[in-house]
């Protein structure tokens, strides 16, 4: 393939006109989308009514007045249907940290005397940093049980309480089976939480079609909702009936402004809400969710899997000593690229230098997210093409590019 060739695939694109929703830097190949979605046009406006408008004018009477008091559903309801939740099963409170903690506190109380949690070696540390700090707080002697993502299902035994696995692999891009992985801990009697954060806008989730238990998921990667985004948290409908949650904030109570001595939960996905929302960042990922009005995720996967295709078939025949760590197999993969090269900081910061913007992730992994709603086929063949420059002429060899900076 060559440039002119990509750029009749975006004249044939049907999501091309998305790209026009978001504000994109000129000169810029954005491949971090799964860190920090780009920003899209409508939340500079949204959030310059809500500072202005909302809280300016407004004031306190804005709670009721523009409903922030309801924000954390109302913005629950518009994720749900990326990933395959039904209606009232989707609240946007806290971290994505806060939610596991919550959530699995939930799913631990549901199977008290099982006492093991089951992960995958290699899954996002926060996962098995709040799993294990919640053992630990616990103090009643549950253990992690770590297993290589080809073990899992020969880890979740009759012991396990709860499974908690992230659906897409930071590291690699890998996708787990969740309809698969899920059946598997109900036949041993556990419960299971998905984590969504490299899924979530980026391919098609079915939480009820998988029968999963509980999910959470982060709003600033491929769901566009800004730096520190709010987190979502799932819950399915035959958990909801007296779902009840250790942070007891006063958002989560059943009658908050009745300011009640003793705590009871609010009913339904309202009872893992703890206290009051952050409005400004709420309201951009609101405006945020809005670009996916109207998209079918199946389109968006089919596009990732061109992008993907069209990247890796240039690396393979130009740059063949890249190893592509990510599944070639469309069905096991999620919406990033993941190569690996001994100097794969110092790559990277040479190709930030070059107006191609991804990441590095420990100890050799150059990361290159796939964002279908404003990345085009041309900027993924100028980007394989400025990588390839790069590796071949050793440009990254520069002390420069070899000294971290605080983020990487």
């Given at each position: 393939?060559?440039?002119?060739?990509?750029?009749?695939?975006?004249?044939?694109?049907?999501?091309?006109?998305?790209?026009?929703?978001?504000?994109?830097?000129?000169?810029?190949?954005?491949?971090?989308?799964?860190?920090?979605?780009?920003?899209?046009?409508?939340?500079?406006?949204?959030?310059?009514?809500?500072?202005?408008?909302?809280?300016?004018?407004?004031?306190?009477?804005?709670?009721?007045?523009?409903?922030?008091?309801?924000?954390?559903?109302?913005?629950?309801?518009?994720?749900?249907?990326?990933?395959?939740?039904?209606?009232?099963?989707?609240?946007?409170?806290?971290?994505?940290s806060?939610?596991?903690?919550?959530?699995?506190?939930?799913?631990?109380?549901?199977?008290?005397?099982?006492?093991?949690?089951?992960?995958?070696?290699?899954?996002?540390?926060?996962?098995?940093?709040?799993?294990?700090?919640?053992?630990?707080?616990?103090?009643?002697?549950?253990?992690m049980?770590?297993?290589?993502?080809?073990?899992?299902?020969?880890?979740?035994?009759?012991?396990?309480?709860?499974?908690?696995?992230?659906e897409?692999?930071?590291?690699?891009?890998?996708?787990?089976?969740?309809?698969?992985?899920?059946?598997?801990?109900?036949?041993?009697?556990?419960?299971?939480?998905?984590?969504?954060?490299?899924?979530?806008?980026?391919?098609?989730?079915?939480?009820?079609?998988?029968?999963?238990?509980?999910a959470?998921?982060?709003?600033?990667?491929?769901?566009?909702?800004?730096?520190?985004?709010?987190?979502?948290?799932?819950?399915?409908?035959?958990?909801l009936?007296?779902l009840?949650?250790?942070?007891?904030?006063?958002?989560?109570?059943?009658?908050?402004?009745?300011?009640?001595?003793?705590?009871?939960?609010?009913?339904?996905?309202?009872?893992?809400?703890?206290?009051?929302?952050?409005?400004?960042?709420?309201?951009?990922?609101?405006?945020?969710?809005?670009?996916?009005a109207?998209?079918?995720?199946?389109?968006?996967?089919?596009?990732?899997?061109?992008?993907?295709?069209?990247?890796?078939?240039?690396?393979?025949?130009?740059?063949?000593?890249?190893?592509?760590?990510?599944?070639?197999?469309?069905?096991?993969?999620?919406?990033?690229?993941?190569?690996?090269?001994?100097?794969?900081?110092?790559?990277?910061?040479?190709?930030?230098?070059?107006?191609?913007?991804?990441?590095?992730?420990?100890?050799?992994?150059?990361?290159?997210?796939?964002?279908p709603l404003?990345?085009?086929h041309?900027?993924?063949?100028?980007?394989?093409?400025?990588?390839?420059?790069?590796?071949?002429s050793?440009?990254?060899?520069?002390?420069?590019?070899?000294?971290?900076?605080?983020?990487?």
């Amino acid at each position: 393939m060559n440039l002119t060739d990509a750029e009749a695939l975006d004249r044939a694109d049907p999501l091309a006109r998305y790209r026009d929703d978001f504000a994109l830097p000129e000169g810029i190949i954005y491949l971090d989308g799964n860190s920090l979605g780009a920003l899209p046009k409508a939340v500079v406006a949204r959030i310059a009514q809500v500072v202005g408008e909302e809280w300016g004018q407004g004031l306190i009477t804005s709670w009721n007045r523009y409903d922030w008091i309801d924000l954390p559903r109302r913005v629950g309801e518009k994720i749900a249907p990326l990933i395959g939740a039904a209606p009232g099963t989707v609240v946007v409170a806290d971290s994505t940290s806060v939610n596991i903690f919550k959530l699995l506190s939930v799913a631990l109380a549901v199977r008290p005397d099982r006492k093991v949690i089951v992960t995958e070696e290699g899954n996002f540390p926060t996962d098995v940093y709040m799993a294990g700090g919640l053992a630990s707080l616990l103090g009643r002697g549950h253990q992690m049980r770590l297993a290589a993502a080809a073990s899992l299902a020969d880890a979740i035994r009759e012991d396990t309480a709860v499974v908690l696995l992230t659906e897409v692999n930071y590291r690699t891009g890998a996708k787990l089976d969740m309809r698969a992985l899920t059946e598997r801990a109900h036949e041993a009697g556990a419960l299971i939480i998905w984590d969504l954060c490299h899924s979530a806008g980026a391919i098609p989730v079915e939480l009820t079609g998988a029968n999963a238990d509980f999910a959470v998921g982060c709003g600033y990667k491929f769901l566009n909702g800004g730096p520190g985004a709010p987190a979502f948290a799932y819950v399915a409908p035959r958990h909801l009936s007296g779902l009840r949650q250790p942070l007891q904030g006063w958002l989560g109570h059943a009658a908050p402004f009745e300011f009640a001595p003793d705590y009871w939960p609010a009913a339904g996905i309202d009872a893992l809400r703890v206290g009051s929302p952050p409005i400004l960042s709420m309201s951009a990922l609101d405006a945020a969710l809005d670009v996916y009005a109207g998209v079918e995720m199946g389109a968006v996967k089919a596009k990732a899997d061109a992008l993907f295709d069209l990247f890796t078939t240039e690396i393979r025949a130009r740059c063949p000593g890249l190893d592509i760590l990510t599944p070639s197999d469309p069905a096991r993969r999620g919406s990033q690229i993941n190569l690996r090269h001994p100097e794969a900081y110092a790559v990277m910061q040479a190709l930030i230098a070059r107006g191609v913007i991804g990441d590095f992730r420990q100890p050799d992994i150059i990361r290159l997210g796939l964002t279908p709603l404003y990345l085009r086929h041309a900027d993924v063949f100028r980007a394989a093409d400025i990588l390839c420059q790069v590796i071949a002429s050793g440009e990254w060899d520069q002390p420069g590019f070899k000294q971290r900076a605080k983020v990487v």
